[in-house]
């Protein structure tokens, strides 16, 4: 049994909705194991602009510093995406969040169940085995860089900075991870042409010597990105920077057959963040057909990763395996046979997952 404080932060749009969801798990969890978790709620995003004109209050970052972990929802609204201008935007939260945790290691499973298999516009016998654990490197890069609107306005640069002391805390991890799986890794860069993917390579090269029975492979980031639709059973372990990893887990989401079902990590040296890969979705807010699996799979890896409760985390992931195969399904991962009394809204498919507990 173990005693242990969560910091929920559901932020903007469908947030909310499933990050209710997946607190909902953890609670039955801990009913269920004689856990005692205490939650506290926090602000970021579009919602703490509005409360405070802060994307990220100072109390919110306090709350999630003194937690054991955060469950954490998404940031993003509209009216920011219609207006560039903005100087102040939900995302501004999200990317100081990551920074002032020392998040620098996110971490995506692109793991497939059987039964959605013909959720992806890929073809099954591609797809069937598949199971890929992303690394991408999340406080360097072309995010953090210096960046400026030059020749009065007419031109702008972003940086893509890359220190060696941040691709080898990385590295290490990725490599620890491999270790525990297929020993395979895939560093990927872009070392043909740029000076920070260069020094990426050396970095991970080094870091390979003290992991000898891992077998580590080089690819570029544009032939990583088809070699991940043709074959997607050929990748173990990946580790990337920031922006290349940005675009590849969200193609390899595709190969899951939606957003909705890819749970993260966000990790570092203190306090983990645990949250679903998807947006805000601000076109489906309200309306209850959020699929609030991805946020219950990061529930699932947050019990893993911070709390080291292993049982408890594959009991929740068999639990949504469960409720797949019974053939309940939200919109997004239904298909044309899907019949109308197995099609549910986020918190009826929350409750099925809730009775496997």
Not at 82 to 95: F, I, T
Not at 117 to 140: H, V
């Amino acid at each position: 049994m173990a005693t242990k404080h969560i910091a929920v932060v559901p932020g903007d749009g469908i947030g909310k909705e499933v990050t209710a969801v997946g607190k909902k798990v953890l609670e039955k969890i801990a009913a269920k194991y004689g856990h005692t978790f205490t939650y506290e709620e926090a602000l970021i995003g579009h919602v703490a602009i509005e409360a405070t004109g802060d994307p990220l209050p100072a109390d919110s970052l306090e709350i999630m510093r003194n937690s054991d972990a955060v469950l954490f929802g998404a940031v993003g609204h509209p009216k920011y995406d219609n207006d560039p201008s903005a100087k102040v935007r939900p995302e501004q939260g999200l990317l100081k969040m990551r920074k002032e945790l020392g998040l620098y290691a996110n971490l995506r499973p692109i793991k497939l169940f059987d039964e959605l298999l013909d959720a992806s516009s890929i073809k099954p016998e591609i797809l069937r085995g598949a199971d890929i654990l992303f690394f991408r490197e999340l406080t360097g890069d072309v995010y953090f860089g210096k960046r400026e609107r030059i020749e009065d306005g007419e031109a702008a640069y972003d940086t893509m900075i890359y220190y060696k002391y941040e691709v080898e805390r990385i590295a290490r991890k990725a490599f620890e991870a491999a270790m525990t799986r297929g020993k395979k890794l895939m560093s990927v860069d872009k070392a043909n042409v740029l000076e920070s993917s260069r020094i990426w390579r050396e970095t991970v090269l080094e870091v390979a010597k003290d992991y000898p029975e891992v077998e580590l492979e080089h690819q570029f980031v544009d032939a990583a990105a088809m070699l991940l639709i043709k074959d997607p059973r050929r990748f173990d372990v990946v580790v990337t920077g920031n922006l290349f990893g940005d675009i590849l887990t969200d193609e390899a989401s595709q190969i899951a057959g939606s957003m909705g079902m890819l749970a993260s990590a966000s990790v570092g040296d203190g306090t983990g963040v645990y949250e679903p890969i998807h947006g805000s979705a601000h076109d489906i807010t309200g309306k209850g057909l959020a699929n609030p699996m991805a946020s219950v799979l990061s529930a699932a890896l947050l019990l893993d990763i911070s709390f080291g409760m292993k049982q408890e985390s594959l009991d929740v992931i068999n639990a949504v395996d469960a409720v797949l195969k019974a053939g309940f399904r939200t919109r997004d991962i239904a298909n044309a046979d899907t019949p109308a009394d197995k099609l549910l809204g986020t918190d009826t498919i929350g409750e099925e997952i809730l009775n496997r507990l």
